[in-house]
């Protein structure tokens, strides 16, 4: 590891030259102080999201294992539960989010376009179609507990051999789409931020860079539902065992 | 008390043939501990005293490494890892494997006790009598939470996992008392959860035996598959809508839905609580839960009693099953 | 020589940029947050070590007279959940790890400083929490509440801790997250891979497993909690649920935790055994891999605390053949730390003290770790007393032993203040004698087969039991010193200078204290500025 | 981070296949295709995965650490399924129960 063999600095951002700036400080109002440009800092940003994106990929990993251990250990009780899930509601919340994450795209493209109209006109429908996932998912929670297939003391299944595995279907269907929903309101909450913020700004890069940075988490929840749908409503929907 | 009454003991005393094997591998681990230790120790002092500062102004050259050096240090630990893995490896086989012809005693862990049942119907509580140089197999179950099964004279423990069972075994080398203690914090008396193996002699335990109730475990099993009326699925007859099980243990099961199992007691277990969790091909999945209605005791007896059913041409489990009815598990020892 | 220059007195620096409580709480600059931290993990340390004062005392005499069974379980629950998530994994990163990455790597703060603040808050709502649990009732799971106990069975404040357990952990990702970013895009001109101090190489294995595991754990306990709270049954046998699901997930997080535990300790170690034997270290490539080694082996062990939980034996088998293998990068490691003392010049001031015992204690712990990687030899002596004595040798005589030889190591640039050296000798051979005392014997308990968590016990564990005993009190005092001469030191040590101990690397070419920005402007580094070899290269960080 | 903008021709594309997709799962999972059936779902549910990952999420003109940083969270999902999936696919390996 002699200094010659070393090639050129690997990758690491260091942006601007280097003593150009005596003093410590930089004239560019956007750019926190630590950073040397505002290139390094929006790859710092977006690195950092994907990072978290990562422990988010683990986070849910938990819960999915546990789904699939269970799921192997009672099949039959778990496909009898996944019936009485909506198809059609969960195949509209499917859609809703596809598109969601669509117009997302395009808010992230209008931005970097530095088009303020679009930028607002596609935030603003993610997030009506975010809200109208939520509806929809009330729907269908409150469905469950009019029909008792919460689980605690008020379940009720009637194939009492079937009972616990289909418990614990619906414990793992709350867990996952619950925290999911749960990662939503969060979602919806950022998009709030640069809604607002979006109205007045005139698009720095940090900016486009903070949009695609939410992005990237829209995108990811969208991805976690990609998933859930056909695990939690599809998979065994041929099969009609109890 | 086993244990010696030394004021300061050094080592546990061995009781069980797994003991010694279980002690060749840690002298084995402490010399090669020792070596490494005095090694890692030897290479500090020597260099810590040889080349202490001697002036302020010491500058010594810079050395970047030794590929040589890295290689040996990183083989040789690597070919020791890998023979220490074997050793290992196939000690744990031995503890897990029990012989053929054990002898099997039903053992249920609960907040803060221990009660064994033998075939024979004799029951205890934290304690266990068994005989000398007889391999014994325990099936272990728990009412509530994990405990663990452990006699450190016999170098054996065994976690007991609520929902299933699960299996040890060993074979007492000398009569005596010894330790029992739960391994597995289970709440507020864990440490209280503690009880003796009593080894005895063959004819003392047998003389033993003979003090206690009449009546075996697999009649006791059969009475119950009367009262609990799975004799109306399950017997021949016109109300039969279940399969017969009559050799069922230990062949391998079709399932609905796809795949198989093998009929263990943790399959025969499953089968009896939950029983449409996984159903047999070719059944509704119409048997009712018994979980909740049947307590450990009485599935160890169902079982034992569905183990030890004859088998008649006519209630064969499936045309591949051997006539042959399971040796260990059947009946009358 | 420009190291013994001593900074002007009265000229700014982080600890009198800003008084007063708002300037603390509301800082951004990671010196202060990490100093935040060293404030609170001491506060938990010494909760912590009052809890294993009490275990021990308990276990003087075989009854169990001083403590009821209830009291017993809790505090033992509350040592290993306060020592472990609230002291030790916390404690290098967040502390020195915070102090120091930027500084070593040429940067003026974390890539998201606001996000290092909210991280400690987190911390301190999370510790709130557990504290809270503490106060009111304790919780009596063991630190690895296991399934169904800590879902159906105990009736202690399971909820509060685990949630507070839950929060602390978002404090670690975004520790770890801040960090990655940080070593990637944020190094000075010149900084390469090849260049980067150990310390830092260390921690960007560390945040790996920060990222990585941390969150399932997370996701674990809620699972936990879910099923206590609202009696969702995932873990719960009645509905098929099990257990040992529960110990896979629990595992799968808690065992890379225990790299998080000593990566960052083997980082401190690297920098002061070059150091104190004026050379780099021996064998940099193979230190700075062997890291990232065991961070991602380290994910593929967790089943080697499993083994006799009825996981099956091909899986066990499969579990400590890399278990085996993990511990090579560990071999690596310190032939090439006592290899770096030869041909060097070796001093031995505290820190030095505490590099060379943990040497010893963490060989020794990692050696018995190995002997539980042994499938035969850890079915007898799994939950007894050995393992106790192996993660205390590995947690105390190294973790621990590292952590205070860093401490002692960066102290004068924290503080700006030399410690006493002969005070911090001494304290530093109490420890080193107090800590074999308490937990020598109690390898020797465990093969006797004394069960861990184990409130009375039988007469015939008595003596190695109050040798123990008699060790942690010792070991208590050895801990007390430094806690009154470091204090001590603030206000009557002399001012350090910029670089006491004649080490290398951008840390010490900066004031002590550091000054709120640590550079003024950006230093490019090369290869001579770690060279131990040479006089020491001045870098342009200041102006 | 680019400053790459796609064409809306692509935003589009994406988007149908992603809705096409979603018909194919949901028509697949009423055929009785034995084990296909799960594999065909989650296949698809993969690619849909990662097409938005590519386009909608830009990894396709992010930087190397970005997409090793996708590669590892990746491979460490796969590490915590296959590894709690070795255990329970040799359970009853050995005719003794619980080992
Ligand atoms: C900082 C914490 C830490 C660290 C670093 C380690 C490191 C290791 N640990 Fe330990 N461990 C714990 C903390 C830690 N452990 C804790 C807290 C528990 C108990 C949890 C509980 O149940 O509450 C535990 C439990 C535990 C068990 C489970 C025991 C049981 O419950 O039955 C096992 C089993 O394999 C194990 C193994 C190892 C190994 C092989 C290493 C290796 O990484 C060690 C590698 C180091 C070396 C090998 C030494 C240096 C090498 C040489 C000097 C050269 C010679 C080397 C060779 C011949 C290879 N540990
Ligand atoms: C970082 C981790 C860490 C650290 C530093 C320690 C430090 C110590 N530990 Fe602990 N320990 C664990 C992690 C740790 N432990 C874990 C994870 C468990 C398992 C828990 C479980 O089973 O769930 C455990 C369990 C455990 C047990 C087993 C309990 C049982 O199974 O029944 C014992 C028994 O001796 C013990 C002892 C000690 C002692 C004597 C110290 C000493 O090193 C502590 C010395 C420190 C001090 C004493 C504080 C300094 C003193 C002061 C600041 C002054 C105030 C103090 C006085 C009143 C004297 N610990
Ligand atoms: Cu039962 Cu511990
Ligand atoms: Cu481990």
Redesign the pocket.
Known sequence: MSADTVGAVTHAGHGGPVGTDPDGHHDNPHLAHHFDSEEQQTEATQLGMWVFLATEIMFFGGVLTAYMIYRMKAPVPFAAASHHLDLTLGGLNTILLIVSSLTMAFAVRQAALKDRRGYLLNLIMTMILGTGFLVVKYFEYSEKFTHHLVPGPKFQWANLGQAHGAEQFFSLYFMMTGLHAIHMVIGLGLLTVILIQGRRTTFPARFKGRVETMGLYWHFVDIVWIFLFPLLYLIGRHYHGG | MSASNKTLPLFPEQASTNAAMVDELYFFLLALAAFFTLLVAAMVVVFAVKYRRRSPDDRPPRIHGNLQLELVWTVIPLLLSLVTFYWGAKVYFELSRPPDNTMDIWIVGKQWMWKAQHLEGVREINELHVPVGRPIRLTLATEDVIHSFYVPAFRVKMDVVPGRYTTMWFEATKPGRYHLFCAE?CGTKHSGMRGEIVVMEPADYQEWLAGGPKGDLASQGEKLFTELACVTCHQAGPTQRGPALAGLAGKPVQLAGGGSAVADDNYLRESILNPTARVKAGYDPIMPVFQGLVTEEALQALITYIKALPVTPDNVVAPAAAPAAPAAESKGH | MSYHAVPAPGQKNYLNNGYGLMSWLLTKDHKRIALLYLLSITFF??L???M??L??YE?LTPAGDLLQSETYNKV??M??IL??FF??IPSIPAVLGNFLIPIMVGAKDLAFPRINLLSWYIYVVGGGFTLWAIVTGGVDT???FYTPYSTVYSNTKVMAAALGIFISGFSSILTGLNFIVTIHRMRAPGLTWSRLPLFVWAHYATSLIMILGTPVIAITILLVGAERAFGLGIFDPKLGGDPVLFQHLFWFYSHPAVYI?ILPGMGVISEIIACFSRKNIFGYNFVAASSIAIAVLGFLVWGHHMFTTSQSVYAGMAFSIITFLVGIPSAIKTFNWASTMYKGSVSFETPMLYALGFLGLFTIGGLTGLFLATLGFDIHVHDTYFI?AH??YI??GG??MSYLGGLHFWWPKISGKMYPEAWARMSAILVFAG?NL?FFP?FILGYLGMP????AYPPEFQVLNVL?TAG?SI??LG??LP?FYLLWSLKYGPDAPKNPFGARGLEWQIDSPPITENFTVTPVVDDDTFDYSLPEKEVAVVR | MSEHIEKKSVYFSIFLALMVGTAVTVYVAFQDLGILNNLVMLGIAVTKATLVVMFFMHARHSSQLTKLTILASVVWLLILFTFILQDYLTRGMLPYPGK
């Open positions: 914090y | 340390f010494i912590g070590g009052i294993a004062i275990i021990r276990l033992f629950t040592h290993g020592m472990v002291f030790l063991g630190w690895t535990m106790v993660f205390h947690m105390v973790a621990m800590f308490t109690q861990r968590r184990y409130h123990s942690a070991l208590a801990y007390l806690g």
